[in-house]
């Protein structure tokens, strides 16, 4: 599958940004996807995660509160709306997809997946 972010962009401190990660070429629905982020000079670390069909969701403990990850199936998209930005924010995000292994299956770590985005920049200045 291909995936596609999009919907970064730079926001004062406290604004909102609204990143979409759209999918082609296999069924969409078959995965779990994710969201991951990586700021200069530091390790991709986890964001969010949600299953195929959008009953399970999981967050770092860093955007919990502020973040929201969902899914449209019908249009191979998945979104993270980022509320109460702050600077620490700042990083590129990148979407992935990783094979669903049960109905609830999500996964935090970034070795399960195989299919990555490539990323797109979210700036928060402060």
Same mark, same amino acid.
């Given at each position: 599958?291909?995936?596609?972010?999009?919907?970064?962009?730079?926001?004062q401190n406290g604004g909102s940004l609204?990143?979409?990660?759209?999918?082609?070429?296999?069924?969409?629905?078959?995965?779990?996807? $994710? +969201?991951?982020?990586?700021?200069? $000079?530091?390790?991709?670390?986890?964001?969010?995660?949600?299953? +195929?069909?959008?009953?399970?969701?999981?967050?770092?403990?860093?955007?919990?509160?502020?973040?929201?990850?969902?899914?449209d199936n019908a249009k191979d998209t998945?979104?993270?709306?980022?509320?109460?930005?702050?600077?620490?924010?700042?990083?590129?995000?990148?979407?992935? $997809?990783?094979?669903?292994?049960?109905h609830y299956y999500l996964s935090i770590?970034?070795?399960?997946?195989?299919?990555?985005?490539?990323?797109?920049? $979210?700036?928060?200045?402060?």
């Amino acid at each position: 599958v291909q995936l596609q972010a999009s919907g970064g962009g730079l926001v004062q401190n406290g604004g909102s940004l609204r990143l979409s990660c759209s999918a082609s070429g296999r069924t969409f629905s078959s995965y779990a996807m $994710g +969201w991951f982020r990586q700021a200069p $000079g530091k390790e991709r670390e986890f964001v969010a995660a949600i299953n +195929w069909s959008g009953v399970n969701t999981d967050y770092a403990d860093s955007v919990k509160g502020r973040f929201t990850i969902s899914r449209d199936n019908a249009k191979d998209t998945v979104y993270l709306q980022m509320n109460s930005l702050k600077p620490e924010d700042t990083a590129v995000y990148y979407c992935a $997809g990783a094979t669903s292994r049960s109905h609830y299956y999500l996964s935090i770590n970034k070795n399960d997946y195989l299919y990555w985005g490539q990323g797109t920049q $979210g700036t928060v200045s402060s």
